[in-house]
Nanobody, 124 residues
Framework: QVHLVESGGGLVQAGGSLRLSCAAS????????MGWFRQAPGKEREIVAA????????YYADSVKGRFTISRDFSKNTVYLQMNSLKPEDTAVYYC?????????????????WGQGTQVTVSS
């Protein structure tokens, strides 16, 4: 099992940047493909980005391609989401997730462990 704790959310103006962090503890960090999801009020939880166990492969939702970057640091057992050129529609609670499987998934149903979430608010 793995325990996930997100940090780095906050309030930012449109066009600004934030970096989210997700610290993992418990079972070996490199055993898990990881993902970032977000959920806005009244909407379904959606994939933002995902990264493979070894960090070689990444996936991005169309809405964030070219603006967000997912990465992982094995020395710190941490996965990051660098968010640039933020837009008001990026406002949501952002969740980190770990998948007990081989490849990174793109739906929330494929992930087994979740953090508590961190709020990101982008003002216009």
């Amino acid at each position: 099992q793995v325990h996930l704790v997100e940090s780095g959310g906050g309030l930012v103006q449109a066009g600004g940047s934030l970096r989210l962090s997700c610290a993992a503890s418990g079972r070996t960090f490199s055993s898990y493909p990881m993902g970032w999801f977000r959920q806005a009020p009244g909407k379904e939880r959606e994939i933002v980005a995902a990264i493979s166990k070894n960090g070689a492969s990444t996936y991005y939702a169309d809405s964030v391609k070219g603006r967000f970057t997912i990465s992982r640091d094995f020395s710190k057992n941490t996965v990051y989401l660098q968010m640039n050129s933020l837009k008001p529609e990026d406002t949501a609670v952002y969740y980190c997730a770990a998948r007990d499987g081989v490849a990174a998934g793109t739906t929330r149903y494929e992930y087994d462990y979740w953090g508590q979430g961190t709020q990101v608010t982008v003002s216009s």
